[in-house]
């Protein structure tokens, strides 16, 4: 097994790697636009919401629960938008790690081709130059040949 069928392989796991990287971030994004409406659905209803009416006691205190109630979901909904916002930068983050070792690998993948085409490359000079040379060598010795 040559070392660019090696990295190849290595490079196809890189690849793999960032593409799953890649659905982690999208699925990260969805969760959060998600949260995003939600939040907002939730701070809607705060902006609806009156404040208690006059009425009886048990109304007041009633509007007052009810008020309570869409400021705690509006907060929950908005801690969940920070978490998943921060799920996402962290998803995101691998993303870019994956990316850096991908390109790494691509690198030395060209480096290897690189050095196997210059090595062709100084192959084919020196079978030229021995070809050159027995020509010139057997130039010399035919014409020794008939000097003597």
């Known amino acids: ?14 690849r793999a790697q960032e593409d799953i990287a890649k659905s982690a971030v999208t699925r990260a994004n969805a969760r959060l636009a998600e949260a995003g409406l939600h ?3 939730r701070a809607e209803s705060m902006r ?3 404040g208690p009416r006059d009425g009886d006691a048990v ?5 007052v629960a009810a008020g309570r109630a869409l400021a705690s979901a509006l907060s929950e909904a908005r801690a969940q938008e920070r978490a998943l916002r921060s799920e996402s930068e962290v998803e995101s983050g691998r993303l870019r790690e ?3 070792r991908r390109r790494g690998v691509e ?8 050095e196997e085409r210059l090595a062709n490359i100084a192959a084919e000079q020196r079978a030229a130059d021995e070809v050159a040379g027995q020509r010139r060598g057997d130039a010399r010795t035919d014409g020794r040949g008939d000097n003597l």
């Open 48 to 50: 609806a919401w009156g």
């Open 1 to 14: 097994m040559t070392i660019r069928t090696k990295l190849a392989a290595v490079l196809r796991a890189r």
């Open 107 to 114: 690198k030395l993948v060209e480096r290897v081709t690189e």
């Open 59 to 63: 109304s007041y205190v009633a509007a």
């Open 39 to 41: 939040a907002e659905s």
């Open 98 to 100: 994956a990316a850096q």
